[in-house]
Nanobody, 124 residues
Framework: QVQLVDSGGGLVQPGGSLRLSCAAS????????MGWFRQAPGKERAFVAA????????TYADSVSNRFTVSRDNAKNTLYLQMNSLKPEDTAVYYC?????????????????WGQGTQVTVSS
C-alpha cells in the first residue's frame, strides 16, 4: 500500500508561484500513475494533472494548461506540481493520488491512494 504525504501549500498573491510536493512511501513507482486533484469549498474534487511514472507522459486540465507542470523525481520518490501565474480561482485543497497502473486517468475514482491534502490560497 502506497502512503503519500503532500506539502508545499500556502498563501500566495495572484500571479505568484508555488511548488507542491508529494512524497511516496513506495520504493518502486514504475508501475504507477500519479495525479494531482483539487477541491474548493462546496465543490467536487477536480482533476488537475497526471503523469505516468515510467512512461513520463502527462495530461492537464484545460484550466491549468500552460501554467502548471507535473513532474517526478525517481531518486526521491517524489511527485511535484509547479504552479505559475496563480489565480484566485486556483484556491483549493490540493491532493496527490496514485493508481497501480501505468496508464494515467483523469477520474479521481480510479486512484485508490491519496495524500492528506495541502491548502493553496491565492489572494491579495
Amino acid at each position: 500500500q502506497v502512503q503519500l504525504v503532500d506539502s508545499g501549500g500556502g498563501l500566495v498573491q495572484p500571479g505568484g508561484s508555488l511548488r507542491l510536493s508529494c512524497a511516496a512511501s513506495e520504493r518502486t513507482l514504475s508501475t504507477y500513475a500519479m495525479g494531482w486533484f483539487r477541491q474548493a469549498p462546496g465543490k467536487e474534487r477536480a482533476f488537475v494533472a497526471a503523469i505516468s511514472w515510467s512512461l513520463g507522459n502527462t495530461t492537464y486540465a484545460d484550466s491549468v494548461s500552460n501554467r502548471f507542470t507535473v513532474s517526478r523525481d525517481n531518486a526521491k520518490n517524489t511527485l511535484y506540481l509547479q504552479m505559475n501565474s496563480l489565480k484566485p480561482e486556483d484556491t483549493a485543497v490540493y491532493y496527490c493520488a496514485a493508481r497501480p497502473m501505468v496508464i494515467i486517468s483523469r477520474s479521481p475514482h480510479e486512484y485508490p491512494y491519496w495524500g492528506q491534502g495541502t491548502q493553496v490560497t491565492v489572494s491579495s
